[in-house]
Each structure stands twice: as C-alpha cells, then as structure tokens.
C-alpha cells in the first residue's frame, strides 16, 4: 500500500510511523524546513506531551468530541504514549498538575523521537514540500505540491488546524475538504488569552491568582454556567492569560458574540462565600484589623491593595458599611471580568471547530464520504483543554488512521 500523509506535525508523524511499521510505503510531506514545528515550540519548549490520566479521563476533557475519540484513545492510551517515547530514550515526569513532561525540560527530545522512529521505520520524510491541493482519481488519490503531482493508494490529512500560523498550520485544508464535500464545523480560536479587564486591573500586570475558579455564563436565558475551571489566572497588560483564562476562551468564543456571556472571578476558591462574610464581620480584636490586611492574607499583596482601593478606603473591618461588605464579597467570589475579545488565532494553542465527526469513521479516520482519505489530528472537529490533552488526542487519531490506511 502506497500512503502520502501530508503535515509533519504530531499527528502525521505518528500516523506516518504506524502506516510504516504496518509495511505501507509511506511518503510524509511537511511545508516546513524541519518537522514538528508545534511541538518544538509547545509547552513552553518543554512540550507537555499527555497527561497523568487514562484513556476515559482524556476523552471526557473533549466535550462533544468524547464519543468520537473513545475508540483512538483506548487503542493508545496515555500509558502507550508514555511508554512508546520511554523506548525511544525520552524519559518522563509528571507534574504537580498532572501534565507530563520528558525529564529533561525539551521538547526538541519528542519531535527527535517521532522523526527518528518514522525514519527508521522507512517513512520517506519531504520538508520544505507545501501541498496544495488533493483530488481522487479512479481507485488513486493526487497529491499536488508546489514541486509535483504524486499518485497514491490513500491520503492522510493531518495539517493541523489555523492557529500559530507562523508555524505552518495556516488552515490549507479546510478548502480541499470542503471541496470534497466534507462539512467544517465554524473555526474558532481556542486556548487562548483573553482581551479586557477593568483600567485599575491594568496595574496587575503579570500578578497571577495561583487557585481561582473562573466561570463562563450566558447573559440571558439559564444561569447554566458554559465553562468552569480551576486554577491559575493570570493578570496582563492586555487582560488575562494564564490556564483557566486560556481554557475558558473556547467556550467565549463559541459564543455568536461575546456580549452574550460574561465571565466571572472567584478568587478565594477555599473559602465558601459565607466563611468569606464572618471574616468581614470579625470582631476577635475589636475589628481593628484593616481590610487589606485581612485580604493580604488570602491574596498576592498587590491585588489586596487593589480591590481595597476599589471601596474608597482601606477601612478597619467594624467600620464597614453592608454595601462595602456586599461589594468586597462580590469581588471577591465573583470578580466581574469585562471581555472584549482574545488575541485570536494568531496567539490560540488550538483552533476549535473543523472537519464533522460524523462524517469520519472513529475507528480508522477514514472520511464516511471518499474511500482513502483518512483524517487526523487537530485539523478533526475537536480541542481539549491545557494539559497534554491535545497531543495525546493528536498520537491517538495519527496512530489509527496510520495503521488502517496501511491495510
Ligand atoms: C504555542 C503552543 C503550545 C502548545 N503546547 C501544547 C502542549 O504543551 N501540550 C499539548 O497537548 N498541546 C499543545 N499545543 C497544541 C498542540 O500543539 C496541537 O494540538 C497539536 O500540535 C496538533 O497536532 P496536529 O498534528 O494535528 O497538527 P500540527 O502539530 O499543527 O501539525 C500540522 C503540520 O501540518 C503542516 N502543514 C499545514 N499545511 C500544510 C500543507 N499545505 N502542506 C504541507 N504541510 C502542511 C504544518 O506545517 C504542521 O507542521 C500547543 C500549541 C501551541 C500553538
């Protein structure tokens, strides 16, 4: 079986190495001069490759995409993932936080071991080779580069989706899909730090809230919260950045606009909100600690001094009035974060939306509509949240689709 996979990134590798080491002739073209751009640049350059967790603990981070990838991830879970850079000489860590980490801090070690495990499995690896379109042709596929035409038995897509584009993912294949009948599910930036704030949180620059919880609400109808997470947010000269504001954006952004949700801060996630209202009320030393003071001791310094200074003065607590209460316990549990945008594609670690799930099978890849043409990876309707989830989503869909184009 002749194969062409078309993008080097994490998915096409892995699919190039399995279709080869199942014995297909494999053919992978990259438009880029090197292979696995993303991954060299991901995680920091530490490349956060999967996360301590099982193959249901993956999929059920994927949202409407859970079903579609159950099968995938339980063919090559994140133990294999794990397991199969080991035995390429890239040993592993797991974070406090779940992610995991090659023990070495470089991701340049994982894009080294999937290209040396595609070559030695005899992929034939063509960088600098930008294809621009696909079409079937009797019982063959064309693949057209800017260099040729090559004929082959099976394709696979794996060009990734429309963010980072300076990495080469600039979205080319949504058009051919679309061209071949596949339906694109709305493209939208995801993970991805969010424009706004308030002009005093502007002075907050670069202070992060190491345990929060923001939340994602529709403006109107039910108060059913659209994304809810726990963790690091990050203050910046441009709004918010930091995991829960770039795990939230997805859901801003799935939004018609983003009037119709509005994002809310819970800053002391250890205290209920009626723990939060005895503090206030404290008399143990006559209420003569100042509410800065008290805020200091659940928050950074800085954003202490900030939120006292949005009540007018920095008031000893037995002089607060119940509006300066009720307005600190606001801020406090449910910190109003104006949105105005996100830095879009251009800065989102993935792009949601993209080729419908039902119109690919889940097992193989293989397109429901145009038998040999199989694809993977992150150019498919899915996006999963900060923390390994997507390349390990990436492995999964490359590895399947590898090895039944092969056969
Ligand atoms: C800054 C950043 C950090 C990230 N960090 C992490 C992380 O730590 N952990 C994690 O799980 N995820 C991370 N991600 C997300 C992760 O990189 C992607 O989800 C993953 O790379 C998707 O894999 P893919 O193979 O589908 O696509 P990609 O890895 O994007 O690969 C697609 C490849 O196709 C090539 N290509 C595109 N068009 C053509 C064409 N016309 N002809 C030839 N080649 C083409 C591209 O150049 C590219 O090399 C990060 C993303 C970014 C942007």
Redesign the pocket.
Known sequence: MHVVV????????MAAYAAASHRASVVL????NK?????L????T?????HHTDARGIADAFGHAKRFLQPSLGGFPPQAVVDFFESAGVATKIESTG?VFPVSNRAVQVRDALHHYAVDAGVEIRTG????GIRPDGQKWLVE?EQSVIATDRVIV????K??PG???????YAWMTELGHAIERTRPA?VPLLGGEPWMKDLSGLAVDDSIVTVLPVSGKQKSLAHRRGSLLFTHFGFSGPVAMDVSGAITAATSVDQVHTIADLVPQYSEEEVKTALSNRQDGGKLKVSSLLSMWLPNRLANAITTQLGHDARLAELSKNSKNRLIQNLKRMQLPIRGTRGFEK???TAGGVRLDQVDPRTFESRIHKGLFI????LDV??P?????????FS??RAAGIAASS
Do not use: H, P
């Not at 640049?41 to 920091?44: A, K, L, T």
């Open positions: 078309i993008g080097a990134g994490a998915a096409g590798m073209l990259e438009k880029n292979t696995g751009v993303k991954i640049m991901s995680g920091g530490r490349c956060n490759l999967t992610k080779c930008g294809v621009t580069t794996t060009t990734g989706g963010s980072w990495c080469g993912t600039t979205g080319d294949a993970l989102a670690e993935v993977a990876g992150e150019l996006d999963g900060i923390g390994g989830y997507n390349f390990q989503a990436a869909t490359g």
